[in-house]
């Protein structure tokens, strides 16, 4: 079936606008705070785990708190579909909690679903960002729509490195939706001349993505193209692959998403580019839609989900070491303009 897409307005405003690159390490014991308006509904969000790239979809969110009315409360989660599962029994027994946003981990793991469903049937709003799932689990979907970002990602490896060429992907989870997509996406884009040589999973253990790695590297000597489908894959395999000047000089690394130590690494060039989410815009619109209907605000759920659409696209940036790249178009920005974007929203990392 085809999945019925809003844009949320131009992909360029996007990222220049303040209201309208997942991943993990280990679990965190604490939630943040909830924080915005005390006086409207109270919204969690639950990850599919605790990288970086988190921090910007929480400072979306507490935006959308402020701006819209909302208490908001961001519980981060392992990448494990039995962590997840807990999280969403926590939600289950907080009567309060009116709305929940989900980072999908596992699309087709029944647990979750089930889950999600219990969630709707105790009369709370579920909506995913992020990594979607089951579509009778949940109202709507915000964020980007992983294959077209995967093929983008492919086409900038294909003018990167016309000739093809084996290509290792590194990941947390393969069976993430987000995984997945991405993934068929790039071979989609890229072309027959690129061929999947292995994914290497790392459970969201950063000691593990490392030796992935450098697994990879000894066991694909040939190695063309360097894959990280998740945001903090992204600066071991720079770091790692930097290690070999000679495999750096033959080799092109792709990356999702960055990392506060991609950044630097994007700068160095070790990175030759990365498709680049907005978490920012998923958590600003996450809390608006949200609310809206919770509050069964008819009006401004129609300008969100225009024509009973059930997915938001936010859209995905390519981001290069510098002007000097090979890569060019509308969707592309060099390093130095993306830092300053980060930095007009308060942030390390996207």
């Known amino acids: 079936m ?77 990448g494990e579909p039995s962590q997840q599962i807990m999280r969403i029994e926590d939600v289950l027994g907080l009567s309060d909690v009116q709305g929940v946003a989900i980072s999908v981990l596992e699309a087709e793991s029944p647990g979750i679903a089930d889950k999600m469903r219990d969630l709707q049937k105790a009369g709370k709003i579920v909506i995913t960002i992020d990594s979607d799932g089951r579509k009778d689990a949940r109202r ?30 590194f990941v947390g989870t393969a069976s993430a939706a987000n995984a997945n997509e991405r993934r068929e996406g790039f071979f989609a884009g890229a072309g027959p001349a690129f061929v999947q040589s292995e994914v290497f999973e790392d459970g969201t253990d950063k000691s593990k993505a490392r030796i992935n790695v450098q697994t990879a590297i000894g066991k694909y000597p040939d190695a063309g193209v360097f894959l990280g489908l998740w945001s903090y894959n992204a600066h071991f395999i720079a770091e790692e692959v930097a290690r070999f000047p000679e495999l750096r000089a033959r080799a092109t690394v792709v990356t999702f998403d960055m990392d506060e130590l991609a950044v630097a690494d994007l700068a160095k060039g070790t990175i030759d580019a990365t498709v680049c989410q907005n978490p920012y815009e998923m958590g600003v619109l996450a809390v608006k839609l949200l609310k809206a209907l919770i509050e069964k605000d008819q009006k401004t759920v129609d300008l969100i989900l225009p024509g009973g659409v059930d997915t938001i696209d936010t859209g995905v940036r390519v981001v290069v070491p510098s002007k000097d790249s090979k890569v060019k178009g509308a969707d592309v920005i060099d390093i130095n303009e993306m830092k300053a974007w980060l930095a007009s929203k308060g942030l390390k990392s996207s």
Request: hydrophobic share 40%; charged share 20%.
């Open 2 to 78: 085809t999945r019925q897409v809003a844009r949320a307005g131009c992909v360029g405003l996007l990222w220049m606008l303040a209201a309208g690159c997942g991943g993990g390490a280990p679990d965190v014991a604490s939630p943040s705070p909830g924080k915005g308006s005390g006086t409207g509904p109270r919204l969690m969000f639950i990850t599919n785990g605790n990288s970086d790239w988190w921090n910007a979809v929480e400072a979306g969110m507490n935006a959308g708190a402020k701006d819209h009315g909302a208490v908001v409360e961001m519980r981060r989660a392992e």
């Open 140 to 169: 709507a979907y915000i964020g980007t729509i992983n294959r077209k970002a995967g093929e983008r990602a492919g086409e900038v490896a294909r003018i990167l490195r016309p000739q093809g060429g084996k290509t290792v992907a």
